[in-house]
């Protein structure tokens, strides 16, 4: 399963300097055939201790996890949906990505000027959002223009897109994303083909600076402000210390905690961001474990078993007869599976099953 993360936001916010740090955590894609191979993306492994301790269970020979691919998009400018900057090239990229990361910086440095001169994290987010809109309401109103001659015909897809997208325009018109519509499954299938950036879940990602005049520490009303919008809004957001973490992305184990307490950080920054932007996207892991290898396999929150074997392999699911499950807590208190089926904690679970966020899981196929 191929997910991606577009970093969008101002120039000079430290987008660059996040995805450096990220990057630095970038496994190999040998084992991720569906991933891109280019500069710009960062394969991204999502934090979870609980590999490393089936791994010592099984004697595994190697340990892959679940990742996410971020995706380092050139820095937006007022203009961009009317092609100033990179315009198409960045809205293409966004396009392809299938959720959105904006940083926003929340300090203040005299030494690195704000491309709009003041730090005004919710002035920025307008920005931002107001050129993706733009760029929505263009490939909105191009659609109106040529769905017509479907809606005499009777199409009643047409008929029903034709509502969704005057529904949108209102919304564009009020400065909202896309995003904030209330749709039924019906209605989501017949917009996905638009592409539409602002429909696209959003994490926003707070870039303060160690030393700099931190809005949050300071409890200034520009960041009281950005918190009650994010709140509003049900969005989701995470600070993170992006110079911090790209000096530590070299120092590894009690070394880098030891850099990262000297540095005035106290926790990792990347590891939530990382973690948010999978749970942004509805995914959980499973994970299975034996001799050659321990693994995380990503899924949709809410698959049944059959479902989530076919993330192995597609015939898996068309072939899958029952399930060996235990939780991944209760394995490693049973420290063998031996163990865990004398304790009762190992169990056979059939097709209707739902795989729950840290199963260990071997399909009989």
């Known amino acids: ?97 299938d959720a959105i990361a904006e940083v926003v910086r929340i300090y203040e440095n005299a030494d690195l000027i704000h491309v709009e001169g003041t730090v005004d994290p919710m002035r920025d987010i307008e920005i931002i959002n107001m050129e ?12 109106a223009q040529t769905i017509g001659r479907d809606v005499k015909r009777g199409d009643k897809d047409a008929v029903k897109l034709q509502g969704v997208i005057e529904r949108l325009q209102k919304l564009f018109a009020e400065e909202k994303l ?76 009690t070394e880098r905690d030891e850099m990262r307490s000297e540095l005035g950080a106290h926790d990792s920054g990347v590891d939530h961001l990382i973690k948010a932007g999978y749970d942004l996207l509805g995914l959980e892991t499973y994970l299975t474990t034996g001799e050659m290898e321990t693994r995380a396999w990503t899924i949709k929150k809410g698959s049944t078993a059959p479902r989530a074997a076919a993330a192995i392999h597609s015939d898996f699911e068309t072939k899958f007869i029952r399930a ?17 089926k004398a304790k009762g904690v190992l169990r056979t679970e059939g097709k209707e099953y739902v795989v729950q966020d840290g199963d260990v899981i071997e399909f009989k196929i």
């Open 178 to 253: 896309a995003n904030r519509l209330e749709l039924d499954e019906e209605e989501h299938k017949l917009v996905r083909d638009l592409h539409l950036i602002t429909m696209k879940p959003f994490l926003y990602v707070l870039n303060k600076q160690s030393g700099g005049k931190n809005l949050d520490e300071m409890k200034d009303p520009r960041f009281d402000a950005l918190v009650a919008y994010f709140k509003e809004n049900k969005f989701h957001y995470v600070v993170v210390d992006a110079k911090i973490e790209d000096e530590l992305k070299d120092f590894e184990g």
């Open 1 to 97: 399963m191929s997910l991606s993360i577009g970093i969008v936001g101002l120039p000079n916010v430290g987008k660059s300097t996040l995805f450096n740090a990220l990057t630095k955590k970038s496994v190999p894609a040998d084992n991720y055939p569906f991933c891109t191979i280019d500069p710009s993306v960062g394969i991204v492994p999502v934090p979870d201790e609980r590999l490393e301790a089936l791994s010592k269970i099984s004697g595994s020979k190697k340990i892959i996890p679940a990742i996410v691919e971020f995706v380092d998009i050139a820095g937006l400018v007022k203009g961009a949906s009317e092609g100033l900057g990179l315009g198409n090239q960045f809205l293409t990229h966004i396009r392809e990505t």
């Open 132 to 143: 993706l809109i733009l760029a929505d309401m263009q490939t909105v109103d191009k659609r």
């Open 324 to 340: 060996e499950v235990v939780a991944c807590d209760d394995l490693v208190q049973a420290g063998s599976f031996a163990e865990a």
